[in-house]
Each structure stands twice: as C-alpha cells, then as structure tokens.
C-alpha cells in the first residue's frame, strides 16, 4: 500500500507541484491528516498540529524543514530523513561529507573548513575561520569564496546548511547537528 502524505497548505500551487512530484513516486497525497503517514505543512498559512505523525515544515522563512523554492531531490531528502526515523543528517567521512548518505566530495580546505564549522554548535567568527583553517594567511575574500563553494556542494536538495550573519560569523544549521555530527573514522 502506498504512503499516504498529507499536505497541509492554503497555497494551491505548492499543493499541486507536492501532489505532482509525489504522485509519480507512488504516494498517495491528500489534504487531510487523518490516516496520514507523514504531515508535510506549509507553515506559511498553517501551524503545524499537535500529532505524533512526522512532520515536515515547509516555509520561505530558513527555520523550515524544507525551505521555499525547492526541488524534487530536496522534497525526498526531506521525506527520508523523517521516514527513516531521522538519522543524522550530516557526517564527515575521510576528506569527504555525508548528506542523509550522499557522499559530497571535499577539497582539502572545503574539508578543513566544514569540519571546523561542525566542531561548534554556534557561529564561528570570520577571524577564528581565517586562523584555523588558512592559519592567518588568507583575507575575507577566500573565505567567502570557501563558503560558496561548500554551499554549492552541500545545498543541492534546497536547504539552507550553512547560516551567516554579518556580525557573529558562520555556523552549520543546528538541525544538522542536532543528533551530533557523526564522524567516520
């Protein structure tokens, strides 16, 4: 029997391209939660009930599960994180990451530089950052450009890993962190 996914949404079109994507995979999608396996709710037009179900929120504000526009792959990531019972979502591995266990091929500093954003559970500061990983010898610049690249890298399923702000520095979102940064020996 195939899942039964609830989409809780005032927003016709997102009903329409979940019903679309879904439907293809074999899931059965309905407006309602009774019965439902798994709630995907649009937090932008309803607050996310009261239930035991998985849940999954989809905003256009960064606190989302599933941040808005997303596509097909971050739609999946989403419903197998929360389907497999929410296994880490984030692991290192020798020079390389693991997203819900997608191996991200790493450079040298790209891996230095995750690496050292998941060894804090706040914001690293941009100086730390330049210190740590290019030991002092490097600007603002090849930071940014770092970052970029890692977003790039580990942004694909269309959510937001790696939160800046312009005062306190970088971090890695803390969902992704939640259950610990798993790191592989």
């Not at 792959?73 to 929410?86: H, P, T, V």
Request: charged fraction near 30%; aromatic fraction near 8%.
């Amino acid at each position: 029997m195939a899942r039964q996914i609830a989409v809780l949404t005032e927003n016709g079109f997102l009903f329409q391209k979940i019903y679309l994507i879904l439907r293809e995979r074999g899931y059965s999608v309905v407006r309602e939660s009774y019965g439902a396996d798994i709630l995907l709710v649009d937090t932008d037009t309803h607050e996310p009930p009261d239930s035991a179900l998985p849940t999954i929120t989809i905003s256009r504000s960064a606190d989302a599960d599933l941040h808005m526009p997303f596509g097909e792959e971050g739609l999946f990531a989403a419903l197998d994180s929360k389907l497999s019972g929410g296994s880490p979502a984030l692991r290192l591995g020798k020079k390389c990451a693991y997203l819900r266990d997608t191996e991200i091929r790493l450079t040298e500093v790209e891996f230095s530089l995750l690496s050292e954003l998941t060894a804090h559970s706040g914001y690293v500061s941009r100086e730390e950052l330049l210190d740590k990983v290019w030991g002092g010898d490097a600007d603002g610049g090849v930071l940014n450009v770092y970052i970029h690249y890692l977003r790039e890298k580990l942004e694909l399923f269309g959510e937001k890993i790696i939160i800046s702000s312009r005062k306190q520095g970088y971090k890695v979102d803390e969902k992704y962190l939640s259950s610990g940064v798993k790191r592989d020996a």
